[in-house]
């Protein structure tokens, strides 16, 4: 397999990686690092900074916890929503050969508006109901699981 041109977007909750914190954003800066290493060109979009050897596109310059109005629910959410819209903007502006969800369900609506393949990796459970609706809503998308929670979800 040649050189490929890899997006991949991680939550804007948390920084890449996280300092003291183990989940989707360690995941992230691990493929990150061992993508570029491989000599792919791999640009990670997310929030704050990140000491990564891949390109980093800093989608706000912090992490939205770390922000006081996101205390409130609906403004946070607001900002996570408002976070893919500037993914998607930078997406639409140059040309991956694939882009890696790492960003969840919010996500999935928009795939089919870019004109790059995508895969989403599902990190946490999702016996929720309204998640689950929702997945099998986009249930013909590329999914990669860190378990066997497909089979679950019936895609």
């Not at 991680?10 to 993508?35: D, F, I, R, S």
């Not at 459970?125 to 699981?145: C, F, K, Q, T, W």
Request: aromatic share 8%.
């Amino acid at each position: 397999m040649g050189k490929m041109r890899i997006a991949l977007l991680a939550p804007v909750e948390e920084q890449v990686p996280p300092l003291k914190y183990g989940g989707t954003e360690v995941v992230v800066y691990n493929l990150a690092q061992h993508l570029t290493r491989m000599g792919h060109e791999v640009t990670l979009l997310s929030a704050g900074d990140s000491p990564t050897d891949a390109e980093f596109v800093p989608i706000f310059p912090e992490p939205i916890r770390t922000l006081p109005i996101a205390r409130n629910p609906k403004i946070r959410q607001a900002l996570t929503i408002t976070a893919i819209g500037r993914m998607l903007e930078y997406l639409s502006r140059h040309g991956f050969d694939i882009v890696h969800n790492h960003v969840g369900w919010l996500f999935l609506p928009f795939v089919r508006t870019l004109r790059m393949p995508v895969v989403t990796t599902l990190h946490g459970a999702l016996d929720n109901p309204d998640e689950s609706e929702i997945y099998r809503l986009h249930a013909g998308e590329n999914y990669v699981s860190i378990s066997n929670i497909l089979s679950y979800l019936q895609i």
